[in-house]
């Protein structure tokens, strides 16, 4: 079947594969992302307009010259290394998807000891942040999956809340890491296209197993 559509590359993979976004409705009416693998030689290129495509392949070099999403993060100094830690405990973190209980736990202890920066804290006394260092950054941390249960959207849109409500933190962020190993559900989707109208998605990173999506929060409700 031919098309004179334009389409929009998701991601180049390691074999240099091209992998088009697909964004619908499904039969329910309810918001439906899927990903599309397309053979050598069946489309044709065209240069169109910039946007971000993901690189799949963690062999390559990052495009960090390139790449708006890179480019964001690393502006956010006092958080720039979260990506070197998804890189660095990928392993750990794929395995650690299936311990119910304990999954954002064990991430925020890894995270300090990754660091080894005693001005951390982790689940702070004070504002109960996930991580929170003084004066740089509050993060909320969530490890979510398309084979959760629904009320799970719920517990990531309290995260972006709890942020608001607080205004002693000049620097707000909330971190989703989530599991790639149900992409065809209803709740991978809508957590896959999640948005919050006080969050700026300033990355998204994906390492197989899960990816992670990062926003910057700004504003403020009384809280």
Partial sequence: MQSNLLWKVWAIDEEDQIWLEVNDLDQDGEPAFHTLKLDEGTYQKIDYEEYRIEDLSLEKPEHTETSPWTTSLEVQSAIAWLPAYFKDRQTQIAKILNAGGCRELWMQGDIY???????LRTNATKYRFDLYKEDQFAIELKVLGGQYQSKVVSFLENDFRKLLSNTTVQDKYVVLVLDNSSPETKLYSRLFSYAHPSGSLISQ????AFCVRIWKVAGHTPG
């Fill in 205 to 208: 990173l994906d390492f197989g």
């Fill in 113 to 119: 000891l990754y660091l080894n920066d005693d001005a």
